[in-house]
């Protein structure tokens, strides 16, 4: 049985990033679901709508929310029991697609999955010049830095 994911965050980053997930894993549509919290929505109204999202699995749920202390996450505190339901706060699509990925497996598992991919999916990457050629500054600061560094 597959741990179902209900992304829950401010509209419409839940129901985008269940459609990102779809473009990459059709499969995957009976298992992610996404509530869309709207600014004006009260958060008594948003929890009766994750709930009622929650009852349609059968199973274990994995909850994924935006940002800490907002009320989507405040909402997904309320119903996550540490034991069917678990949440993680910080979804972002690396996140997402790993729990995709590791749905069949336990909840901790994916619990912790999940949690390695959103934070390996987030690197800086070096701004690297053509093969052989020098980098040419793009302003008069870099002008600066380079002279400095010769």
Known sequence: MNTHILIIAHAPLASALRECALHVFPDCAGDVL?????????????????????????????????????????????????????????????????????????????????????TQGIMSIAAAAPQNQVRMPRNSHDQEDNHHQQ
Do not use: H, I, K
């Not at 929890?47 to 009852?55: E, R, S, T, V, W």
């Not at 935006?66 to 972002?92: E, K, Y």
């Not at 790993?98 to 069949?104: E, G, I, K, M, T």
């Open 34 to 118: 996404a509530l869309d919290v709207p600014p004006d929505e009260v958060p008594e109204q948003t929890q009766a709508n994750a709930q009622a999202l929650l009852d349609s699995f059968a199973g274990p749920a994995l909850l994924l929310t935006d940002v800490f202390g907002a009320t989507p996450c405040n909402v997904a505190q309320r119903l996550a029991d540490g034991q069917r339901t678990r949440l993680l706060c910080g979804v972002n699509l690396p996140m997402l697609l790993r729990s995709v990925c590791y749905r069949s497996e336990e909840l901790e598992s994916l619990l912790s999955r999940a949690q390695v991919g959103g």
